[in-house]
């Protein structure tokens, strides 16, 4: 019913770049707000990133000028772009809908991606 497929990780260098997307049905996407996060080998997962429905953006400190979130609300449709990447960007990322007005949220499969030369 509700789905959200993300697609477009894979193994790239360092400083290297790759474009995530994450498709979501069975939702009024419009109604969502949108965010990544992402979970490294042993570690906690961590939000990266979010936008709003009116397309409002925050990031964390660590990925601040190399990654910018973006959505097409008219292919429901939540992007990633990933700029200068380090290992220590090395994890799954996994996208998230929030329907702020009832608390309701939903995540994604997840999406490897990693980070070696």
């Known amino acids: 019913q509700v789905q959200l497929v993300e697609s477009g990780g894979g193994l790239v260098q360092p400083g290297g770049s790759l474009r995530l997307s994450c498709a979501a049905s069975?939702?009024?996407?419009?109604?969502?707000?949108m965010g990544w996060y992402r979970q490294a080998p042993g570690k906690q997962r961590e939000l990266v990133a979010t936008?709003?429905?009116?397309?409002?953006?925050d990031y964390i400190d660590s990925v601040k000028g190399r990654f910018t979130i973006s959505r097409d609300n008219a292919k429901n449709t939540l992007y990633l772009q990933m700029n200068s990447l380090k290992p220590e960007d090395t994890a799954v990322y996994y996208c998230?809908?929030?329907?702020?007005?009832?608390?309701?949220?939903?995540w994604g499969q997840g999406t490897q991606v990693t980070v070696s030369s």
């Open positions: 998230k809908a929030t329907w702020v007005s009832y608390g309701e949220n939903y």
């Open positions: 936008i709003a429905s009116g397309g409002g953006t």
């Open positions: 069975g939702i009024i996407f419009s109604m969502y707000r």
